[in-house]
Nanobody
Framework: QVQLVESGGVLVQPGGSLGLSCAAS????????MGWYRQVPGKQRELVAV???????NYADSVKGRFTISRDNAMNTVDLQMNNLKPEDTAVYYC??????????????WGQGTQVTVSS
């Protein structure tokens, strides 16, 4: 089995910074894309940022210039550094990854989610 475990969600003031981390563990052969999504009640889960195995990145327009995604392939971790946070960044943030459990078998996996609240 594969698990993704997030950490780092807290309450932060507008303009503040926060880092989220996610660690993948279990039966992992290799990991392709890793990313962060977020969801607020009543809305669809949306992509925040994604990073491929070659460290290529893509960001939602709403977070470009403020958020930075990075990964450590040796440790199977992905981080999200969030700067200049805004109240509209308040959401549950989910870690996501496409993981090969064998050379032939793969699936997409989600973390349990971590709450980020931006409020004064």
């Amino acid at each position: 089995q594969v698990q993704l475990v997030e950490s780092g969600g807290v309450l932060v003031q507008p303009g503040g910074s926060l880092g989220l981390s996610c660690a993948a563990s279990g039966s992992i052969f290799s990991i392709n894309n890793m990313g962060w999504y977020r969801q607020v009640p009543g809305k669809q889960r949306e992509l925040v940022a994604v990073i491929n195995s070659g460290a290529g990145t893509n960001y939602a327009d709403s977070v470009k210039g403020r958020f930075t995604i990075s990964r450590d392939n040796a440790m199977n971790t992905v981080d999200l550094q969030m700067n200049n946070l805004k109240p509209e960044d308040t959401a549950v943030y989910y870690c996501h990854a496409y993981i090969h459990t064998t050379p032939r078998d793969w699936g997409q996996f989600w973390g349990q989610g971590t709450q980020v609240t931006v409020s004064s």
